[in-house]
T-cell receptor, first 111, second 115 residues
Framework: SQQGEEDPQALSIQEGENATMNCSYK?????LQWYRQNSGRGLVHLIL?????REKHSGRLRVTLDTSKKSSSLLITASRAADTASYFC???????????FGSGTRLLVRP | DAGVIQSPRHEVTEMGQEVTLRCKPI?????LFWYRQTMMRGLELLIY????????DSGMPEDRFSAKMPNASFSTLKIQPSEPRDSAVYFC?????????????FGPGTRLLVL
């Protein structure tokens, strides 16, 4: 099974509302990253949080990490229609070069 | 920087034909990854290279799939013979692995349809 599992699988909100997506993982990590994928496009890196960090901000994005619960959340504040996309968490488990991606959350922001 | 370049962007072929997907990573990046994405299975890592050397190919579905990286600026993923179940979007990504913080940069993908 996958390392990261996002929750919810799909989310529909009104423009201006906040969107919260959660990610759970199974093994110890070096860092956790969030990516966005617009329909028909490749994934784009949004933000990285290290295992010794608890919260990180980037513009309208806020990421939290709870290593004791092996979970992370991505908050998008004041959402816009352009935020409509799939969002994936990815974990770096350290001993290899690879990231392990979760199953993604599909976000729809209604104008 | 042009980003990760993949070609072709779309490929339609018939079952049994050979398919070759190409990738040019970002200059200076030392890791390259091939992924496959489908609705049913999500995003799957097929193989990755570090400094042109294959590190882990455990995600390659079967012997019909092969990947090469002859130099730092070019990689291919070949499927021979192709089957309808290989239909998917194939992504190439590259990164510069340093300080254990690896951000991957994805190409636009190749949408493959095997009839």
């Amino acid at each position: 099974s996958q390392q990261g599992e996002e929750d919810p699988q799909a989310l529909s909100i009104q423009e201006g509302e906040n969107a919260t997506m959660n990610c759970s993982y199974k093994t110890s990590i070096n860092n956790l990253q969030w990516y966005r994928q617009n329909s028909g496009r490749g994934l784009v890196h949004l933000i990285l949080i290290r295992s010794n960090e608890r919260e990180k901000h980037s513009g309208r994005l806020r990421v939290t990490l709870d290593t004791s619960k092996k979970s992370s959340s991505l908050l998008i504040t004041a959402s816009r229609a352009a935020d409509t996309a799939s969002y994936f968490c990815a974990t770096d488990v350290g001993s290899s070069y690879k990231l392990i991606f979760g199953s993604g959350t599909r976000l729809l922001v209604r104008p | 920087d042009a980003g990760v370049i993949q070609s072709p962007r779309h490929e339609v072929t018939e079952m049994g034909q050979e398919v070759t997907l190409r990738c040019k990573p970002i200059s200076g990046h030392n890791s390259l990854f091939w992924y496959r994405q489908t609705m049913m299975r999500g995003l799957e890592l097929l193989i990755y290279f570090n400094n042109n050397v294959p590190i882990d190919d455990s995600g390659m579905p079967e012997d019909r799939f092969s990947a090469k990286m002859p130099n730092a600026s070019f990689s291919t993923l070949k499927i021979q013979p192709s089957e309808p179940r290989d239909s998917a979007v194939y992504f190439c990504a590259s990164s510069h692995y340093a300080d254990r913080e690896e951000t991957q940069y994805f190409g636009p993908g190749t949408r493959l349809l095997v009839l």
